[in-house]
Each structure stands twice: as C-alpha cells, then as structure tokens.
Nanobody, 125 residues
C-alpha cells in the first residue's frame, strides 16, 4: 500500500528555515503528483504546495509563495519542501500527500487519496 513518511519538522525562530522531506513507497512515484498541506490548531487543513510528476511544474498557496520551494527526486521517491523566512503563522502540522491527478489546481484536500502522518513545524516569535 502507499506509504508516505514525513521528516524535517521542528522548532525554529521566526525568519529561519526548514526543509521537510517525504519518502514515498508502494507506488510508482514518478506517476504521481505530490504535495504538501498543513493544519494549524483549530483550523482546517489547507493546501501549501504541489509538484507535477516530472517536477517541471509547481504550484503554491499565496501564503507561502516566494518563501517556499517544492522539489522532488524521482530516483529517491522523495519530495521536499524548503521553507524560508518562516513566520509564527506558519506553525502547523505539515502533511505530505499524493494522488494521480493531472492538474495541480485539482490538488485539494478533498481530492487527494493518500496522506502521511504529518510533521510538526513550530515557529517561535
């Protein structure tokens, strides 16, 4: 079965950086769109970023655009999220997700089939 394992979360000061990783197994990785979502306490899970199967196309939420970079290594079955200039409002559990979707704009909470367990990111002010 499809398994997604996130790592790289932690506590960081505002303005700092983190790189999240997500190792995937149980799927033909290069055939799946990959992405990240996050959920802050008391809030709904929200889209953060997605990347196409080849890695040539990326898509970001306005809240992280310009501060984050998503990438993937199809040889390692891994997707990454580099986050810079972190803000306290970035504090959340970050989830890796995947599905066999053609359009990155379709990569929404209710459209994605497979989820990781999440990794906590805490940004201190």
């Amino acid at each position: 079965q499809v398994q997604l394992a996130e790592s790289g979360g932690g506590l960081v000061q505002a303005g700092g950086s983190l790189r999240l990783s997500c190792a995937a197994s149980g799927l033909t990785f290069s055939s799946y769109t990959m992405g990240w979502f996050r959920q802050a306490p008391g809030k709904d899970r929200e889209f953060v970023s997605a990347i196409s199967r080849s890695g040539n196309t990326t898509y970001y939420a306005d809240s992280v655009k310009g501060r984050s970079t998503i990438s993937r290594d199809n040889a390692k079955n891994t997707v990454y999220l580099q986050m810079n200039s972190l803000k306290p409002e970035d504090t959340a559990v970050y989830y890796c997700a995947t599905d066999n979707l053609e359009l990155l704009s379709d990569f929404g909470v209710h459209a994605v089939s497979y989820w990781g367990q999440g990794t906590q990111v805490t940004v201190a002010s």
